[in-house]
């Protein structure tokens, strides 16, 4: 009986405990919103919000002691209090005063007030069922899974709002952050708890109310007179990782949401539509998740939505530094790097540079991850590469497609670059005013449309990527011509015993006159040294000519001529043919004209195979003649023909001195001509020798000696 008489008045007891607990929460919220109202300070931007909260608590508190938590109009003033404490959250967000600071948490705000905005109609829909267990179960698992979505979200809201705080105003934020979490950290729990269980812990249940009340209580203890402003500055991946967290969460809710609603129709069609729908949803995440295109696509949304600016720029400073500053042997060059430091900024997966030649025509010089575009041998005229030095034009090239002419570029936009779909954007790098290279741009995963801060990034970047390029050249040049300086010294002691060994042997064959007694001995002798010292005597001057650019006189050549010689030179040795033997006659001097075609024959023989032939084609194109050295060797890569092929003391054979191409470049530009080259790796190289024909250069000079004599 005892026993009996201590249960009964422990169950009476519990119930009043509940009651004096809410009671209490009613009490507290209500005195910390007079307090607030009076004492608080009015230039806190989150007053309002508070004393709307704690207002909105007092009236659940009591209304919960009164009717019960469970209610529907507890409920409802629940739900009250929750969208006020979302409104101060917005009202911390705002403190700067300005209407952009808004932007980023907007989004995120408004879809919890939806959530939130659910509870009512959970129970509309579920007081016409009336008290069904089913019914009943899955309307308080429907609540309890809304409450839960609020409190998620807004604890990683003021997780953003401390965290983007700047920590001499973090403690403006300590009593209403504290206050705030308490609140939301205490109903996730307990919603959760409730969720698993299927029912509310009758202890948690119960405290809630004077929780409630203390923590308004903390509202009122932080609502002090120094308040200075908050400005709402959150990193990037904070806010993209939140994001992220609120999706899966809202992803998992709907999947939950949807196998109780099924579960309501009842039989075996139930139970077999929520298996179909698990498994439907599960292959759809596993679909969507991993791809690289959807990601991007939630970055850029994000980015857009949620950010006054759509760069992080510190981060991208950082990237842009790490990957200049990564070389060393064995890794990319650093043409190769400008292309990617510069893609990574706009999510470009590919990229090529180009850089202005000698005629200011554009060259490929190197590509980076974008082996399959088809580049020309001149990708740009001069007419471009003037066009983007003179106004420092950044060119979408969708725009240019369009017909969207700003500068007039569309008639200097070449053809393979309209053609090339993948081609998204050109950027000029610009230092000191002169045009170092150009950046071709592939199309991003997400494209979109360039705008100003794109221009204005992209247009920085380049200035400083053009400085690095600059300073490699620079850098380059002073080596070379410290190269130069010990080549000539070397020289000038070779130079020094050639000299010797010529008067040595001239004085022997003088001496062989006199004093042979075989005369046939004598003729062998004499023909023998004096070749020898006519060979010697060659060699010397042209050993005299490297570096000055000077050739003997100048004259007409019969290149079909020249080209069957250097043909015949090569008979037994390598296969060597002409394919077109038009006659065409240019001005130059023939045996510096030789030596040169001798060096690239030379070359695209040591890089064909044994029986693969080295074509010779001589053609006449308009005022110039030209012979081309054809191979189908292993051709150089746009790189090497941009940065070393005619560059001394750089080969790329084994063993090479490098000087050849150098010189024969010399040779033919001491005669008024030019060598242009075309290679692919892996299909071979054309060089073409350009010279002025003949006729054009005698018609010229008549012309001149027409013209009158102005008088002195």
């Known amino acids: ?41 009015r230039a806190r931007p989150d007053r309002i919000g508070l004393m709307a909260a704690s207002g909105a608590s007092a009236i659940w508190c009591a209304l919960a002691a009164g009717l019960g938590p469970d209610h529907g109009v507890a409920v409802i003033a629940a739900m009250v209090r929750n969208l006020a404490l979302i409104a101060t959250i917005f009202s911390l967000f705002a403190a700067d005063g300005r209407t952009a600071s808004l932007k980023p948490v907007r989004p995120v705000i408004i879809a919890l007030v939806m959530v939130q905005l659910l509870q009512p109609v959970v129970l509309l829909v579920g007081y016409p069922l009336g008290d069904a267990a089913h019914a009943g179960r899955a309307a308080f698992e429907a609540r309890a899974l809304i409450d839960m979505l609020v409190a998620i979200g807004a604890l990683m809201l003021l997780h953003n709002l401390y965290a983007g705080a700047a920590s001499a105003l973090r403690p403006v934020l300590r009593w209403t952050g504290m206050a705030l979490s308490g609140i939301f950290a205490y109903d996730l729990n307990l919603h959760t708890l409730a969720y698993l269980g299927g029912t509310t812990p009758w202890a948690l249940g119960d405290l809630r109310g004077v929780f409630a009340g203390t923590m308004a209580v903390l509202f009122a203890l932080g609502m002090n007179a120094a308040g200075p402003r908050v400005q709402f500055s959150p990193s990037r991946a904070v806010t993209f990782r939140t994001l992220s967290l609120l999706l899966i969460g809202g992803y998992l809710a709907g999947m939950v949401l949807v196998t109780k609603s099924l579960a309501l129709i009842g039989g075996d069609v139930a139970r077999a539509s929520q298996a179909v729908f698990v498994v439907a949803a599960i292959i759809a995440a596993a679909v969507a998740l991993p791809s690289a295109r959807i990601r991007g696509w939630m970055r850029v949304t994000a980015t857009k939505h949620l950010f006054q600016h759509r760069y992080d720029y510190r981060q991208e400073w950082l990237r842009f530094t790490r990957t200049i500053g990564h070389g060393g042997s064995g890794g990319a060059s650093l043409e190769e790097r400008v292309v990617k430091a510069l893609a990574d900024i706009t999510e470009s997966p590919a ?27 001149v990708a740009g005229d001069f007419a471009l590469s003037g066009l983007l030095e003179q106004h420092n034009l950044i060119l979408a090239l969708d725009e240019a497609r ?19 779909e993948d081609a998204w954007a050109l950027i000029p790098l610009i230092h000191f005013d002169r045009l ?38 620079g850098q380059q040049a002073l080596m070379d011509a410290s190269r130069f300086d010990e080549f000539n010294r070397r020289m000038a002691f070779v130079m020094h015993d050639i000299k010797n060994l010529v008067s040595q042997l001239s004085l022997l064959a003088a001496n062989a006159e006199k004093h042979a007694d075989n005369p046939a001995f ?59 033997e038009g006659a065409v006659q240019v001005v130059g001097d023939r045996e510096a004209l030789e030596q040169a075609l001798l060096h690239l024959v030379q070359n695209a023989i040591d890089a064909s195979e044994a029986n693969s032939p080295v074509f010779l084609d001589v053609i006449a194109e308009g005022l110039h003649g030209t012979i081309e050295v054809v191979d189908a060797g292993k051709g150089m890569s746009p790189e090497f023909v941009r940065t070393g092929l005619f560059k001394p003391f750089v080969s790329s054979k084994s063993g090479g001195f490098g000087i050849g191409a150098f010189e024969a470049r010399e040779l033919v530009r001491a005669m008024g001509g030019r060598i242009t080259v075309e290679s692919r790796e892996g299909l071979g190289t054309r060089f073409a020798v350009v010279l002025p024909l003949a006729e054009a250069v005698r018609l010229l000079g008549a012309q001149n000696a027409d013209k009158p004599q102005e008088v002195a």
């Open 1 to 41: 009986m005892a026993g009996g008489r201590a249960v009964i008045w422990l169950g009476g007891m519990v119930p009043m405990a509940g009651f004096l607990a809410w009671l209490a929460g009613a009490v507290l919220s209500a005195g910390a919103m007079l307090w607030i109202w009076r004492n608080g300070e």
């Open 402 to 420: 369009e017909g969207i002419d700003h500068q007039g570029e569309l008639s200097a936009v070449p053809t393979w670059l309209m053609e090339a």
């Open 436 to 473: 170092v290279g150009v950046i071709v741009l592939a199309r991003p995963r997400n494209p979109r449309q360039l705008d100003w801060e794109d221009f204005d990034l992209l247009r920085v970047t380049g200035q400083q990527l053009a400085s690095y390029l600059a300073e490699q050249a």
């Open 522 to 580: 004598r003729a062998d002798m004499l023909v023998t040294l004096r070749n020898s010292a006519d060979k010697l005597s060659a060699l010397l001057a042209r050993l005299g000519r490297y570096g000055t650019g000077q050739v003997a006189a100048l004259g007409p050549i019969d290149l079909v001529e020249l080209a069957r010689s250097i043909a015949a030179r090569f008979a037994g040795v390598h296969p060597v043919a002409l394919t077109r």
């Open 351 to 377: 990229g090529l540079l180009l850089m202005p030649n000698e005629q200011a025509q554009l060259e490929l010089t190197a590509r980076w991850n974008w082996p399959t575009i088809a580049v020309p041998a």
